[in-house]
């Protein structure tokens, strides 16, 4: 059965960028052709930042398009995100998913701080 | 930017049926679908496109909707259901993705 796996450093400084990585198992990458991104800040509600289909098009959030971008390698069964110039409003935990419009498989989660 | 509110809290008896609502502008032309986040893990799809269940997911969970809103319906409440609820959209017209601000339900 498929499953995701985020993974990248849960300790940034402000202004550095965030880096992500999802790892998809137990299945192709191009079978399903959207994957996502979605955060969530300590105590709050989940947010969407965007998401890349398995051509390589890309759809971003538009309060964090300036900052994000989603990439991807078929050939490792990876996506990616990466945040620019990161600020502690950025600090929360980052899941990958599967989908789109609605996300039926998510990652278990990544708790990234950014703090001085 | 397009909203979708739902009450922050329900509380229900267990066996009871809890009813969580989820409101936006014309959310009838919209597709709804609702996740269930138990404490400290992921989101999970619980009904997806107002009504469908996924695989795995008990027939007591049931979505609904009428006009603009949207209603997760769980019958025969039981301890394990105690969670936060997300409802979840696409809007067309600003093409993203928009969550509900969640919904935690308690069983008491």
């Known amino acids: 059965q498929v499953q995701l796996r985020e993974s990248g450093p849960g300790l940034l400084k402000p202004s550095e960028t965030l880096s992500l990585t999802c790892t998809v198992s137990g299945g192709s990458i191009s079978t399903y052709s959207y994957w996502s991104w979605v955060r969530q800040p300590p105590g709050k509600g989940l947010e969407w930042i965007g998401y890349i289909y398995y051509s390589g098009s890309t759809n971003y959030s538009p309060s964090l398009r300036s900052r994000v971008t989603i990439s991807m390698d078929t050939f490792k069964r990876q996506f990616s995100l990466s945040l620019a110039s990161v600020t502690a409003a950025d600090t929360g935990v980052y899941y990958c998913?599967?989908?789109?419009?609605?996300?039926?498989?998510w990652g278990r989660g990544t708790l990234v701080a950014v703090s001085s | 930017s397009y909203v979708l509110t739902q009450p922050p809290s329900v509380s229900v008896a267990p066996g009871r049926t809890a009813s969580i609502t989820c409101g936006g502008t014309?959310?009838?032309?919209?597709?709804v679908h609702w996740y269930q986040q138990k404490a400290g893990q992921a989101p999970l799809l619980v009904i997806y496109y107002d009504r469908d269940r996924p695989s795995g997911i008990p027939e007591r969970f049931s979505g609904s909707k009428s006009g603009n809103t949207a209603t997760l319906i769980i019958n025969r409440v039981e301890a394990g259901d105690e969670a936060d609820y997300y409802c979840?959209?696409?809007?067309?017209?600003?093409?993203?993705?928009?969550f509900g601000g969640g919904t935690k339900l308690t069983v008491l």
């Open positions: 014309n959310l009838g032309a919209k597709s």
């Open positions: 998913a599967r989908g789109s419009r609605d996300l039926d498989l």
């Open positions: 979840q959209v696409w809007d067309n017209t600003s093409d993203r993705l928009v």
